[in-house]
């Protein structure tokens, strides 16, 4: 087996006891790069040359003896809205191009040991299903190129699926790290929102937006986890609640755990072999000895048109600083400043961010925001009661992550329909809670398919627990590039 498709807790163990060296681990994963990239297009910057020092640095310190977080050296890919200080940062836009943050995001400074492999490829300021939505290129499924890799945070999923990287770290506004990792047969975790810190990350939606981790298991995804948590006084809605060890749940008996199947999320317009492969890992999960419980959630029905109310308003008063004077792109011909601020926005910015700033004006401008926003608003109060009415008798949901397995580019020209193919996750943003969606099986093409398990608030160890428990017999198959 070659480095790059080890996960990155064995990885981390052979650098431990130095049956590898972290410059030879990053060697072979920049080797892998240049042999597949090409055909995954998951990166929009690579930083070799201040890897490979980095990597080099790392194996010295660890020659020394010095005390070192179990992420000490492993390759990681970054989503491009992050910022990494002295790397480009560009949100997959125009508008942001050329910046170069002159600071860290929190995240960044918890992972000083890190080797960064470089940014990842994103739909423009994260709002898109398919990643089609960047400004420089699309980036592919690595299971079928023809198809795409799935949310915001696709070429994060693409790059750990196809071992660009063995862990990345994505965002979730809406699904944008469970769904491409459903659609790319990887595992990827969406944390309590509050969990960590959102400074440094470029907001999209600050009331929804939330970092997370990508790996290739549960058990990956919860070290990486380990690490960027925690209070943030820069960050004035991070938890100030004690982080516990998200490993240490792992390999404990299913036995006894209570979980909740929501009839709606198995109801019409779920594909039947993705419905078919989630309720036969209900079934196994009940033959670990937990038991099963059918329950509803009549507000799903509603979800959708709540997160684009409530992600479109907090968009359209985020993305107001891009004014093309203070910083990002500015246009070469303007008269005026009304002019200067106009086409800055209209050159800097794509077709699907301009339409979510002009939905998100229009439901908070006067004599619509009590009939959109405040409703929407309202509805999110449901949505949190009946997830607490469940959890008040369950340990666990068991979903669907996507209605379907990944996309060809054909099916994605409607914006309607893919807004719709956010049914199974938004809900768990609009929440606040956290998720994990892990691969339960593949399609009749080979394609992927992914489960979501949500958990409580602060109950991350839980839903790492469960995954884990179902990937030790489970067989992932890897794409074949």
């Known amino acids: 087996m070659e480095l790059f498709e080890r996960n990155a807790c064995d990885l981390s163990e052979m650098i431990k006891n130095k049956e590898i060296s972290s410059a030879e681990l990053t060697k072979?994963?920049?080797?892998?790069?240049?042999?597949?990239?090409?055909?995954?297009?998951?990166y929009l910057t690579l930083d070799e040359e201040n890897a490979?020092?980095?990597?080099?640095?790392?194996?010295?310190?660890?020659?020394?003896?010095?005390?070192?977080?179990?992420?000490?050296?492993?390759?990681?890919?970054?989503?491009?809205?992050?910022?990494?200080?002295?790397?480009?940062?560009?949100?997959?836009?125009k508008m942001l191009g050329n910046y170069v943050p002159p600071f860290n995001a929190t995240v960044m400074n918890k992972l000083d040991d890190i080797v960064i492999t470089g940014k990842l490829n994103m739909?423009?300021?994260?709002?898109?299903?398919?990643?089609?939505?960047?400004?420089?290129?699309?980036?592919?499924?690595?299971?079928?190129?023809?198809?795409?890799?799935?949310?915001?945070?696709?070429?994060?999923?693409?790059a750990v699926a196809a071992g660009l990287a063995p862990v990345a770290l994505g965002t979730d506004t809406g699904g944008s790290i469970r769904q491409p990792a459903a659609f790319c047969g990887v595992t990827g975790i969406k944390p309590t929102y509050s969990r960590v810190s959102r400074f440094g990350l470029v907001a999209f939606a600050s009331s929804l937006d939330q970092i997370g981790s990508i790996g290739l298991d549960a058990h990956d995804c919860a070290i990486l986890l380990n690490e960027i948590c925690g209070y943030d006084f820069h960050d004035g809605t991070s938890s100030k609640l004690e982080v516990p060890d998200f490993t240490a749940k792992?390999?404990?008996?299913?036995?006894?755990?209570?979980?909740a199947l929501p009839k709606e999320f198995y109801a019409e317009g779920i594909?039947?072999?993705?419905?078919?492969?989630?309720?036969?890992?209900?079934?196994?999960y009940k033959a670990m000895g937990a038991e099963l419980i059918e329950c509803s959630m009549p507000s799903l029905k509603y979800a959708v048109p709540c997160y684009y109310l409530l992600a479109?308003?907090?968009?359209?008063?985020?993305?107001?600083?891009?004014d093309g004077i203070k910083y990002g792109h500015r246009t070469a011909t303007a008269d005026s400043y009304e002019e200067l601020i106009i086409k800055s926005r209209s050159e800097g910015f794509g077709?699907?961010?301009?339409?979510?700033i002009l939905l998100g004006n229009y439901c908070l401008s006067s004599g619509y925001y009590d009939a959109y926003y405040r409703k929407a608003m309202a509805l999110r109060q449901l949505i949190r009661k009946e997830y607490n009415d469940i959890f008040e008798k369950c340990d666990v949901i068991l979903t669907p992550t996507t209605p379907a397995v990944a996309y060809s580019p054909e099916m994605t020209s409607d914006p309607v329909q893919m807004y719709q193919a956010d049914i199974c996750t938004v809900t768990v943003n609009?929440?606040?809670?956290?998720?994990?969606?892990?691969?339960?099986?593949?399609d009749s093409k080979g394609m992927p398919i992914g489960m979501s398990v949500i958990g409580r608030k602060f109950d991350e160890a839980t839903i790492i627990k469960t995954a884990d428990a179902y990937e030790k017999g489970f067989k992932p198959v890897a794409p074949k590039l």
């Open 312 to 322: 479109c308003a907090e968009a359209a008063s985020n993305l107001s600083r891009y």
């Open 123 to 158: 739909d423009e300021f994260a709002m898109g299903s398919s990643t089609e939505n960047s400004h420089f290129k699309p980036t592919k499924n690595p299971f079928d190129t023809e198809r795409i890799p799935g949310g915001s945070s696709g070429g994060s999923a693409a």
């Open 250 to 259: 792992i390999g404990e008996s299913m036995k006894g755990m209570k979980i």
């Open 351 to 356: 077709e699907e961010v301009k339409r979510r």
């Open 28 to 42: 072979s994963v920049f080797d892998r790069i240049k042999t597949v990239e090409d055909k995954v297009d998951a």
């Open 271 to 284: 594909n039947d072999e993705v419905k078919a492969a989630v309720l036969k890992a209900a079934e196994e």
């Open 430 to 442: 609009i929440a606040g809670l956290p998720a994990i969606s892990t691969p339960c099986g593949y």
């Open 52 to 93: 490979m020092k980095k990597a080099a640095e790392i194996d010295e310190k660890l020659a020394k003896g010095e005390e070192l977080s179990p992420l000490a050296g492993i390759p990681v890919g970054i989503k491009d809205n992050i910022s990494t200080k002295g790397l480009r940062t560009t949100c997959a836009s």
